[in-house]
C-alpha cells in the first residue's frame, strides 16, 4: 500500500539542489538534478548521518560523515552495491512535487 | 638468532598476541606502536610497509630479512626454526 | 565534522555506545554476508576500541590498522570497512581485526590473516595455472 504526498512546489528547489523533508515520518531528502526530482532516505545506512549536508555531484551524493557514496536514482552504495538507501518515486504535477510512501495512508 | 623486529598498534589484539607469542618463546624483540610514534617515525613505517607491498596492516613483522604481516604463528615459528 | 558522540546534549557512557554500534553494524555487514565474530571476547575488546578511537579521533576506526591523517586514505578504515576491502576480505573470510566472519564461519580461529602481498600472489599464481 502507497500513496503520494505532497512534498513542495517545483519552484521552491533549484536544479542541484537538495531539501530535506519529513513526509509521513519518513526524514527524506528531495533532490533536483537535470530537472528530475529524486526522493532518497535522508539517513546514511551507515551510521545515520544526514545525507542533506551532504556534497551532490552529478548523480552521486556523498555522506558528509564518512564519505560514503550514493547513487540518488536507485539508492545503490557504490562501494558494495547490496547496500542502498530507501527511494521514493515522484511526480510532478501542475507545479507540485509528490513523493510516494509506502505504507502510508492517505 | 634472527633479529624480530614488530610494527604494531596500541589498541590491535593481534599485536598484544603476538608480543606474547614471543616473550612466551623467549625471543627477544623490539617494537614500535604506530600509532604512537612521532610523525617522523610514522612516515618511515609506512614507507617501509609501502615497499613491501603491503597497506599499514598490523601486526607487521620482521623476521631477519623475512616480513610477516599479520598474526600467523606458523610462520613466526617456522622462520625462528621453533 | 559534526561528532555523534554526543547525543543529547550527554556523553554517552562507553558501555551504551558499544551497543550501539553493534546495532549500526550490524544492519551495514549483514547484507554483505558477514557477521560478528562468534569470538565475544574479541568482538567486546575490539568495540571498546573503536569507541576509543572516536572518543579521540571523532570516528570509531579499525583498531588494527594504520591512520595516515589523509581523509580519502582514512575515512576507508571506518568501521565496518568491509566495503572497501571486500576482495581481501572475502579471500580470509574475515575482516582484518577480525570483528566480522562470514556467516559461514563457525570457528573464527580456523581463519588467517593473510597479508595483501600474499594475496596478490596467490591470485597471479592462479592466473598462470589457468591455460
Known sequence: ?106 | MKKVVMYTLSTCPWCMRAKKFFREHDIPFEYIDYDKADRETQQAIREDCLSHGEQMSFPFVKIGDDVVVGYNLNKYAQLLGL | MRSYWVCDGEKMDTGKRKEQLKVMYQRVVDPLGYKFSPDEEIVDFLLEQEVQLEKEKGNPFCPCQGLTGERDHDMKLVCPCIPFHREHYDAMKRCWCGLFVHKSVDDPYELQQISLKDLEESKNKKKKERP
Open chain 1, 1 to 106: 500500500m502507497s500513496s503520494w504526498f505532497y512534498a513542495i512546489g517545483e519552484n521552491e528547489l533549484i536544479d542541484g539542489g537538495k531539501m530535506p523533508l519529513s513526509l509521513e515520518g519518513n526524514k527524506i531528502l528531495l533532490i533536483r538534478q537535470e530537472g528530475v526530482f529524486y526522493a532518497i532516505s535522508n539517513k546514511c545506512p551507515h551510521m545515520g548521518c544526514p545525507l542533506s549536508r551532504g556534497i551532490l555531484d552529478g548523480h552521486v551524493i556523498k555522506c558528509p560523515c564518512h564519505d560514503w557514496q550514493f547513487d540518488i536514482r536507485d539508492g545503490e552504495f557504490l562501494s558494495a552495491r547490496e547496500i542502498k538507501i530507501p527511494v521514493f518515486g515522484t511526480k510532478v504535477s501542475d507545479g507540485r512535487v509528490f513523493v510516494k510512501i509506502y505504507g502510508a495512508v492517505q
